[in-house]
Each structure stands twice: as structure tokens, then as C-alpha cells.
């Protein structure tokens, strides 16, 4: 009695909804009083079809719905079947199993559902957009035959409604009655009982909920780690295998290759300092041992070693081939890679000759950006190294294309 009643106050509070053609029709249900086989209940609906002026009109109507004597199921506002609405609410059972479902979805998560169908309706799902609003002992659905953007507003002016409208009437006083002592004590054992089996199916519902939240937090932890094996596996060259201890494996195993070509150039780089420094070391003790000849010698390195010979080539899509013959210099090598790495060029390969005192450097490098032409590259390199060359005649760098 306590739904029958609850349910006319949410017809009168429903109502309007329908009636400023909002929404076309609405239905109202109650759950199942058996909670072994779970069903809803047909309580009531609001139908806009008496407002035939506005209200969509009929194409294809099936015979017996031609016939005037047909009502619509719309009780408090009776009219004849003659519109959509009045169809389809025709076609709702007065029972409808609970599970399988949406409404059995909507029901267990508490949660409303604002399902749109933008597609073309069937004779059996004419409407565009739906709305299953969970209420307390019960739904409600709303139907319209065009789409509507989600209103959150008028979902939970519905939900505090339709609750407040369900809650319990005042219970009235029983008579008084005196029960015996061994009623008593059956009474105080049942109320024992079901505070016991209540204090049991909370502890059953925290344990789930606390599973529930550890599932959760495991989820994520394992999508955070599937996001950083997928970024390792974009960065790593070689890849073997696609599970997780394969890129781990080959990603270790780059790491240390990057490490022993790290060792050898810093080696070879030694190795270029100790010669150069030996060179000096025989060309101070020269100078003090025949001071002419080496101005001499002085002068012609300069004029010699001050040019800069630079070439770009392209060789494919953002990629480029560098060629820089240079003199010689003390951290020289360095102060060309960091002028490459200010271009925004990144570094594929690298291979340099040494001859007598002038050094050729071969870059093999791609462009970070599109639209990058060998003639812009190499200007850009020249303005680079002269800012960064301690040589006065800088100047005198030569492009060769």
C-alpha cells in the first residue's frame, strides 16, 4: 500500500513534465514483493497523447489500435489511443523480469542511466532517448522520440522527490497486550538473532567493499606499469620479444651497449688530448729552440687552418648528412656536438678522421621538426659555430652545398 500510495504522488509530481512536452510519456514501477524471482510491477504512467496538437502522429497504426473504443493506460488523464505514446505504452506488460536487464543494471548499481538511440527506432524502440531514474522501491522511466542532452539537474530533482514521496507513513498504536514469559524469552532470542545475522552481513559487505577497493587500486597499479613498458618498448631499438621480461631484457641489454660506446669515444677522446698535448709540448720546445721558423710555421697553420669547410646533404624524410673539416682543437669535438644538439638535430651516428692537423666530422642526423631544408640547416649551423668559435677569423667559413 505504502508504493500504491507513493506512486499517485510521483504521477502528480511527473505530470508536468508531460504535460509542457518535455517528454512524451513516462512509466512508473514498483519491485517484486518475492525476492527469489525478481520482477517490477506496473504502477502507473503519464502520457502526452491527449495533446494531439503537438504530440507525434501515427504513420502506420495496426487495426485494433484504429478502433476509437481503445483507451490509453494513462488512467488519469483518459483519452483515446491516437498518437506514439499512446502506442507504445500500449505495449508495456503489466510484469517485467528484473534480471537479465537494463533495469535490473540500474537497480543494483543505484545508479540513473541516460541512454539516447541515434539511430533509426524500431517498431519496439521508436524512442530516442531514455531515462531509467532508480527511486527507493522502485524506477522510473521517461521516453522521448528526440534526443536530449543529459540533465543531471532533473535526474536528481526526481531521485529526491520520488524518495521523499516513499517514505514509510507513521505507524499506528497497537493495542496493548501481556505476553507470557516464554513468549518473551522466544521473542528476546529472535531479536538476538537477527542482530547477530545483521552483524554477520556486515562484516560480509565491508570485506567486499574492501575488495572491491583493492581490485581497484591493483587495476590501476598494473595499467601505470603497462604505460611504462609500452613507453620502454618505443624507446629501446631492438625489441625481441612483446611481453613484459623480453623489453625488461633488451632494454638492459641497450642500456650496457650504450654504456661501452660511451667508454670507447670517451677513450678516443683521451687518446686525441694526449696527442694534441705532445704536439704542443714539440712545438713550445721547437719555438725556444729556433724561434724564426716558428712564426713562420705559425703564420701558415693560421691561414691554413682558419677555414672551415661545411656540407649538408638530405637524405631522406627530415633526414640529414653533415660534413665539417676543421682544425684541430682542444675540446673542439665536444663544442661541434653541443652546437648540433642546440639546432635540434638529433645525432644518429658519428664518425671523424684526423689528418695532420685538420679534422673531418661526419654527422648522420634528423631534423626534430618538418620543413627543414639542407640550406636553412647549414645556415643555421654557420650562425651556431660562430658563436661559439673562439677562432677570430671565423669569418671565413666556406659553404660548400
Not at 541515434?118 to 517498431?123: C, E, I, L, R, V
Request: a negative charge.
Amino acid at each position: 500500500m505504502m508504493m500504491m500510495r507513493g506512486g499517485e504522488r510521483v504521477k502528480e509530481f511527473l505530470r508536468p513534465f508531460v504535460d509542457s512536452r518535455e517528454w512524451d510519456f513516462c512509466v512508473i514501477w514498483k519491485l517484486g514483493d518475492d525476492p527469489s524471482t525478481r520482477f517490477i510491477e506496473w504502477v502507473g504512467c503519464c502520457c502526452s497523447g491527449s495533446y494531439i496538437d503537438k504530440n507525434i502522429k501515427h504513420e502506420h497504426v495496426e487495426e485494433e489500435t484504429q478502433n476509437t473504443s481503445s483507451i490509453c493506460r494513462d488512467e488519469d488523464n483518459k483519452h483515446h489511443i491516437r498518437s506514439l505514446a499512446c502506442e507504445a505504452l500500449s505495449r508495456f506488460p503489466l510484469f517485467m523480469p528484473l534480471y537479465p536487464g537494463i533495469h535490473g543494471e540500474v537497480v543494483m548499481s543505484k545508479s540513473p542511466k541516460w541512454l539516447v538511440n541515434s539511430g533509426p527506432g524500431s517498431k519496439q524502440d521508436i524512442f530516442s532517448t531514455r531515462v531509467l531514474v532508480p527511486v527507493r522501491d522502485g524506477l522510473v522511466e521517461l521516453f522521448s522520440f528526440i534526443m536530449k542532452p543529459v540533465d543531471e539537474s532533473m535526474v536528481d530533482l526526481i531521485i529526491s522527490h520520488c524518495n521523499t514521496f516513499f517514505e514509510p507513513y507513521p505507524e499506528q498504536t497497537l493495542p496493548f497486550r501481556i505476553i507470557s514469559k516464554a513468549e518473551e524469552s522466544m521473542l528476546m532470542h529472535k531479536e538476538e538473532d537477527v542482530v547477530m545475522q545483521n552483524a554477520i552481513d556486515d562484516k560480509k559487505v565491508a570485506k567486499e567493499n574492501f575488495k572491491s577497493k583493492n581490485l581497484h587500486s591493483e587495476r590501476k597499479r598494473r595499467e601505470r606499469i603497462n604505460q611504462r613498458i609500452y613507453a620502454l618498448r618505443a624507446v629501446v631499438p631492438n625489441v625481441t620479444k612483446m611481453n613484459k621480461n623480453g623489453t625488461l631484457s633488451d632494454a638492459v641489454d641497450y642500456i650496457n651497449q650504450l654504456l661501452v660506446e660511451k667508454q670507447k669515444l670517451e677513450d678516443e677522446l683521451r687518446g686525441i688530448n694526449e696527442i694534441e698535448s705532445r704536439r704542443i709540448a714539440a712545438e713550445e720546445e721547437s719555438a725556444i729552440a729556433n724561434p724564426q721558423a716558428e712564426k713562420v710555421a705559425s703564420r701558415l697553420n693560421k691561414i691554413v687552418n682558419s677555414e672551415v669547410n661545411l656540407e649538408v646533404h638530405e637524405t631522406g624524410e627530415r633526414g640529414f648528412l653533415i660534413r665539417i673539416a676543421q682544425e684541430h682543437k682542444q675540446d673542439g669535438f665536444i663544442r661541434l656536438i653541443e652546437t648540433v644538439d642546440s639546432c635540434g638535430l638529433e645525432i644518429i651516428d658519428v664518425n671523424f678522421t684526423r689528418l695532420d692537423l685538420r679534422v673531418m666530422t661526419v654527422l648522420n642526423v634528423k631534423a626534430t621538426k618538418d620543413g627543414t631544408t639542407p640550406e636553412n640547416l647549414r645556415d643555421l649551423l654557420i650562425k651556431m659555430m660562430m658563436r661559439t668559435s673562439e677562432n677570430p677569423n671565423a669569418e671565413s667559413l666556406r659553404q660548400y652545398t
